[in-house]
């Protein structure tokens, strides 16, 4: 007679735990939930493919479309000479991230707090910065690049500028990039939804102040009713640029001017903040979603009161979690790096 064991069948708490995780990761992920997302099924390799539909007679050098209104004038009585599209694949490669914790049964059993809970949030915490420094080494290793002042990264000692911003969107434009208009939808599921349209700069905390003081900062509590913040990290906007800071995104350390010009200045030498602009369409990723593809968050929760020929004593127990990820730059032209100095406020 078939037993209905608790093993038997996929526990509820594991369910539950995985919902867990991703709440928690998707309120410290901030580049990882905007671009193109995309599903890996299972048994289907491990690379990813991203296609993009080209513009139409692209140039081969910036990637703009070459459009002359003239050349599409028709002529009566004669058929249109007809026109190909053509694509772009971006590939990359899925990677296996994964945190575990140990912990003694007498610790699960007898401590004052609850070990196997703290370390689930740690689990969680961990994975979501993992996952976004992953997304950030590849947007700040964009080849499109603007410096504060100078023309190398070496000689920057000046703060971010809004002549700088709006430089950045001149060029993103005439590339036909658009503004970001929507993001990946919280829950388990795969989706999206919208979000107010607009370029989003993302940038190290310390850098915060400098943004405020751009001329025409708007609060993000000055908003209103009428427009939502596209992240609970978005400190406010300038014109079309929204801005999202992270402790994550740190700066290349010493990499700028010996003239510290009131700059953050480590050892002597001017600290360089990536300011990374996002257009529609810049990024690809697989998103943490899902219970059953290479990219949901697969937990691991063991308690020591568990017993198996590994552990037939029960004296441990694990808590931990893996995911598979991807991340890469779709288009250069539909980004910048904006490399500045930070005021140093000391």
Known sequence: MATQNYSTVASRNLIRAEMDLLKMVENIQVIGLFGEQKQQ????????????LNPFNMSATTGAP?????????????????NTISWTDVTSTLEQYSVLFKFSSKSELMYEDDIPAAMKKLTATTLAEVAELVAYGQVKGGTSVIYANGTTRAGVNTAISLRKLQQSARSMESNRATHITDMVKPGPDFGTAPVEPAYLVFYHTDGSSDVRALPGFTKRVEYGSAIKPVHPREIGACEEFRFIPSPLF?????????????????SGSVDVYPFVILAEN????????????????SPTIISS??????????????????????????????MQRIECGVTDLA
């Open 41 to 52: 099924p299972q048994n289907k390799t491990d690379t990813v493919v991203f296609r993009r």
């Open 250 to 266: 740190a700066p290349y350390l010493t990499a700028g001017s010996a003239t510290a010009n009131g700059m953050v200045a480590t």
């Open 66 to 82: 070459g459009i002359t209104a003239a050349n599409f004038i028709t002529t009566e009585g004669m058929t249109p000479t007809a």
């Open 305 to 334: 009161k568990t017993k198996n020929h590994a552990n037939p004593s029960g004296m441990f127990g694990y808590v931990g979690a893996d995911f598979w990820y991807a991340c890469v730059r779709l288009n250069e032209n539909f």
């Open 282 to 297: 810049a990024l690809g990723h697989i998103s943490l979603k899902g219970t059953t593809e290479y990219s949901g968050i």
